[in-house]
């Protein structure tokens, strides 16, 4: 009965969305920030709903793929799989913003394929009754803890597009501890990631220290994004020794991270030297890496997520969950697939602290103790708010915000930034 169900349309709403103004090793996030969500709809009336990149290149790609699915019962994630791949390749003209992964033209299909089988899935659940979680082998968690993900920041935007947001400047040691504060205060998170990469490493490590004291006990990670050189790196390892959870993306390459593995007793932990299955055995052979944090968008989706936490199980590392900027429906997504992985272990990043605005019925998802209860409900468990989905798309058509260049907004503030990478 499910194969009489076929997919008949595909509908791809890019949005925009407030964003802050949040540092890191590139320069500053723009004002607005961009998500694309995409709908499938069936021959029997429903509607599967799924959320990913909004960048121009990656529309293309998806407005490529769309005719793809049209046809196929939402039960056929290997023909999908199968067709996507044999169309959708690596096409130059992407943003290649090497700070965030799922920006590169090379992950065209596993990105595609992300996005299709999410929907999927969710239609999939809503068929058969079931949560997503279930439809991957139901969930070893109640509920998927997420962590405090603090930024470097300005108090207001330089364009000053809006009102600036509560959280104000986030600049010395005492204002990350407050920030910290804030955010533990409003969703409960159990553990803490600063983005680094920003200010001379001992400003950096004067923050993470400020944290060890004010929270002690709590899990704390740092992540310079490879902007620090190895020689940087292994100079602040003793500094950081006692006080990190993991150390993340310190320093450039597979090469360098192996190097700077002998010379730490902290776990290295990436999203950024492994991205591709290629990365992953080039990395278990060198010994760069001790955590993996996934990110279904750019690894081709919750199923191919799975696939790498076994690998990851087979080589000893830990696993933990990379973010970039997003709203309540990725964020399902997420909580669904880090439900059904038991050694994703580590506390989640999210982003979503600092987005005020959602796509989905309800509004704002809640944090519970910093963690998200896995939906019950069918499929993903959340529904597309079509009045706020038109707000944030006529947000996008009149942001002027087409691609992510927080190089270009840096040099609004700085005219000499340079983004020269490592900086330190
Ligand atoms: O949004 O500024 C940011 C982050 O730096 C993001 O681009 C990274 O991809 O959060 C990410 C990370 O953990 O590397
Ligand atoms: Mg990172």
């Not at 969305?17 to 090793?25: E, K, S, V």
């Not at 439809?135 to 998927?144: H, P």
Request: charged share 20%.
């Amino acid at each position: 009965m499910t194969r009489d169900i076929a997919i008949t349309q595909v509908r791809i709403t890019p949005i925009a969305f407030r964003d802050g103004p949040l540092l890191n090793a590139a320069g500053i996030h723009e004002p607005w920030a961009l998500r694309a969500i995409v709908e499938l709809e069936t021959s029997d009336g429903r509607v599967g709903i799924s959320e990913t990149y909004g960048d121009e290149p990656m529309l293309r790609v998806l407005d490529q793929a769309k005719d793809l699915v049209i046809g196929l019962s939402p039960f056929d994630l290997n023909q999908m799989e199968e067709r996507v791949r044999a169309t959708i390749k690596a096409t130059p003209g992407a943003v290649e913003f090497e700070l965030a992964p799922g920006s590169h033209a090379a992950k065209n299909a596993p990105k595609v394929i992300s996005t299709f089988e999410v929907a999927m899935l969710d239609l999939q659940g809503q068929v058969v009754g079931a949560p997503v979680v279930d439809l991957l082998g139901g969930k070893v968690r109640d509920a998927v803890p997420y962590s405090a993900y603090l930024f470097f920041k300005y108090a207001e935007h330089i364009d000053k597009p809006y009102a600036p947001d509560a959280w104000g400047e986030g600049i010395s040691p005492e204002q990350i501890v407050a920030q910290a504060q804030r955010m533990i205060d409003l969703y409960g998170f159990q553990s803490i990631k600063l983005k680094g990469g920003v200010f001379e490493p001992a400003h950096e490590i004067a923050c993470m220290k400020a944290l060890a004291k004010a929270f002690p006990g709590m899990p704390l990670r740092l992540d310079p994004n490879a902007n620090w050189t190895l020689k940087t790196s292994i100079e602040a390892a003793p500094e950081l020794d006692e006080i990190l959870e993991y150390y993340e993306d310190p320093c450039p390459g597979l090469e360098g991270m192996a190097e700077l593995q002998k010379h730490t007793k902290l776990p290295l932990a990436t999203n950024m030297v492994i991205t591709t299955m290629d990365d992953f055995r080039r990395g278990c052979n060198m010994g760069s890496i001790k955590v993996l944090l996934s990110d279904h968008h750019y690894w081709g989706g919750l199923r191919a997520t799975q696939t790498l936490a076994r690998m990851a199980r087979l080589w000893g590392f830990g696993m933990s969950m990379h973010s970039n900027s997003h709203l309540g429906i990725s964020l399902m997504a997420m909580t669904h697939v880090a439900a059904s992985v038991p050694n994703l272990t580590y506390a989640c990043d999210t982003h979503y602290p600092w987005q005020e605005e959602e796509v989905i019925k309800g509004g704002r998802v809640i944090f519970d103790n910093g963690a998200v209860r896995v939906p019950t409900t069918p499929g993903l468990g959340v529904e597309l708010d079509r009045e706020q989905l038109a707000a944030l798309h006529e947000q996008y058509l009149t942001c002027g915000v087409r691609n992510r260049d927080d190089l270009t907004q840096m040099r609004k503030y700085q005219p000499e930034f340079t983004g020269k990478n490592p900086r330190f």
